[in-house]
């Protein structure tokens, strides 16, 4: 189940780029949790959001402080029922217009082929330590 879990992974960082809601959910199972490190970064007070509704106030949340967002997952590494994907995201302030690189990086656990939890850090060394994986 590992490989599907990577390509539901990449579905669903796609969607994120593109914004497309329902392909993410379609990845997503529907009691998900999502950490949300870029939003947390931006200031906002809820870093956690449960379930595919939560999901739908993130995206919301996300495209209000947003105009772009783009993400790239160069490395990923296949953990089983986890996988911890790092790159990098490029985003651009919808107010401000001001534009922004960061260094990103995902642990996602799976379970029938679903994320039940997404966890996202501004930093590769926090990620590969949320995995249980050396620094």
Do not use: C
């Amino acid at each position: 189940m590992s490989q599907e879990n990577v390509e539901a992974f990449k579905r669903g960082a796609e969607a994120v780029t593109r914004q497309d809601l329902e392909t993410l959910l379609d990845e997503l199972d529907p009691e998900v949790e999502w950490h949300s490190a870029i939003l947390m970064a931006l200031g906002g007070n809820l870093t956690v959001y449960r379930g595919h509704e939560g999901i739908r106030n993130w995206l919301r949340d996300l495209s209000e402080a947003l105009v772009e967002i783009d993400t790239d997952y160069p490395e990923i590494r296949d953990l089983g029922d986890r996988i911890v994907a790092l790159g990098r995201v490029r985003v651009r302030g919808r107010e401000s217009g001001a534009e922004d690189e960061s260094p990103i990086g995902a642990v996602t656990d799976f379970r029938n082929g679903k994320a039940i939890r997404v966890r996202t850090y501004l930093d590769h060394k926090e990620a590969l330590v949320a995995a249980g994986l050396p620094e």
